[in-house]
Each structure stands twice: as C-alpha cells, then as structure tokens.
C-alpha cells in the first residue's frame, strides 16, 4: 500500500455531514437522565475487506451507564438511531476511505468480545471506557492471546481517579491488563515513536484537542516483550477523549481544526496496526 502524505481538510471532514444528524437531536439529558440500554450490535459478515471492530465488555456498576443510557463500551456508538446516528467509528472509516487506500468497510462495523473467536479476524480493536472494564477469566485469556497473535488493540476515553465518571480509572484498567498478562509494563509514549510516523507525522502532544478533560493527555504502549524496540500491541489515551472529535465532527459540536487532529490520531492508528 502505498503511504499518501494528505492534510486531513475541512472538505474531508465536510463529506460527514450527511451522515451526521446535530447535537441537538440527541434528545434528553447527555448524563445521568435515567436510562439504560444496550443498543442493538448488526454486525456486519466478515469478508476480508477491513472492518473496525470495538469491543464489549460487563461495566463495573451502575455508572457504566451515565452517558445517554449507553454501556460504558458502547459510547460513541449508536447504530439504531434511538438517540442520533453518529458513530465515532464509522466517521474514522470514511475519513480512512478519503485519505488511503485501505478502503475499508464504511457501511458499519462489528462489536465483539475478547472471548469470541470472532475478534481474530479482524487485526485493529478499539475500546473506550476501560476505566468501567470488567473482564472474566475467559475474556483475560482471549485478550492476552489477540494480542500475542499479532492484534493491535486502541484504548480512549477515560480519565484520572477521583473523577466520578471515570469508573475505576487507570487502576482498574491496569489490574485487568497485567490479569491478562502478568508482567505487561504500561510505557509512556512520545512523537518520535513510530506510531507517530505511520502516516501523517505527530509533531507533539501539544496538537492533541481536548474536550472536556482537565489534565494534559498522555499516551502509554504496551509493547511485545516489554521492548520498546519491539513492536506496539495496544495504545491507551489518557485523560483525553480522542473519538469524542470524530463522534462529533460532523455536527459542528466540535471545531473542524481539531477534529482534524484528531482524525489523524486515529489514521495512524490504523495505519499502524495494519503494517506492524
């Protein structure tokens, strides 16, 4: 494949808005109005075209559901339509159509567990929320096992401790992963490292839009062996919501510029799991 060094535009951004419906529209309260659901999942049949898959997972407690009634794994996706029909993701996929030719699937996507066999076909995962995350025996075997077969897993959207949106926060993230593997070693990340590169180049942290956090993002990898040198199985935002960017990106809720940061995150991202 060939790499294109192409500045995500506002033209690009502009090609969402179709699918895109305004922030307006959502309907109630975005927190704590009193709902839970668990939103229908019509995953898409695999057939080897790329398909971004997300995972599912049991949220710790009642607070997994305190944005828009949605589980915790399920923010920012919203196929039914029951309260607006953006979806992080599939905005991510078109903007990946536009600027690639990885021409991946942008009539949806799949969601999937850590315990189905299912996720193994698909070589990019994203995950939101882990700070609610709980994780059977089953499911910590499954993680540990996509990843030590070459599965490269996206961690957004959740923050320090003591945030009362936050669930269990990095401790609770990090308890699951190192019950997955044992010895992994969270290491903190800077732009010169390859996943910067692998499309567009990240001069800095600093171009990282922030929504609503308060704290600087950071980023942490989790690398084969430990080895910086090694590869790079799963990526974690920190204290940063990078999809809340391309959720949002076609409603004018969030400017165009930093959406575009945003979206270059994620095109790296990608773009990197599928070469290493």
């Known amino acids: 494949m060939r790499r294109a060094r192409l500045l995500v535009s506002a033209a690009a951004v502009a090609i969402l808005a179709a699918a895109g419906t305004a922030f307006g529209q959502f309907g109630g309260q975005l927190f704590g109005d009193g709902t839970s659901y668990d ?54 996929m078109r903007i990946m159509d ?7 699937h942008t009539d949806g996507g799949v969601v999937v567990g850590f315990d189905d066999a299912l996720l193994f076909k698909y070589p990019v995962a994203y995950m939101v929320e882990p700070g609610f995350w709980t994780m059977s025996d089953k499911e910590a075997a499954g993680f540990r096992a996509y990843l030590q077969k070459g599965g490269f897993l996206i961690i957004d959207d959740f923050r320090h401790d ?20 044992p010895n992994a070693r969270l290491l903190p990340l800077d732009p010169s490292m390859p996943i910067y590169d692998s ?78």
């Open 162 to 181: 003591g945030d009362p949106r936050a669930g269990g926060g990095w401790d609770n993230f990090e308890s699951n992963v190192r019950r997955a593997i």
């Open 199 to 276: 499309f567009f180049k990240i001069p800095g942290f600093e171009i990282v839009p922030q929504a609503y956090d308060r704290e600087k993002p950071e980023f942490f990898g989790l690398f084969e062996d430990n080895d910086p040198g090694k590869r790079l199985m799963m990526i974690v935002n920190y204290s940063t919501d990078i999809s809340d960017f391309w959720e949002f990106s076609a409603t004018g809720f969030r400017p165009i510029d930093e959406s575009n940061e945003a979206y270059k995150l994620g095109v790296n991202y990608v773009m990197y799991g599928m070469t290493h």
């Open 39 to 92: 939103p229908a999942t019509p995953n898409i049949p695999y057939d080897g075209k790329f398909t971004f898959a997300r995972i599912r997972y049991t949220g710790l407690g009642r607070m997994s559901y305190y944005y828009r009634g949605l589980p915790a794994w399920a923010h920012g996706y919203v196929p039914d339509g029951r309260r607006g029909s953006n979806r992080a993701e599939a905005n991510l």
């Open 98 to 104: 536009e600027v690639s030719y990885l021409h991946p």
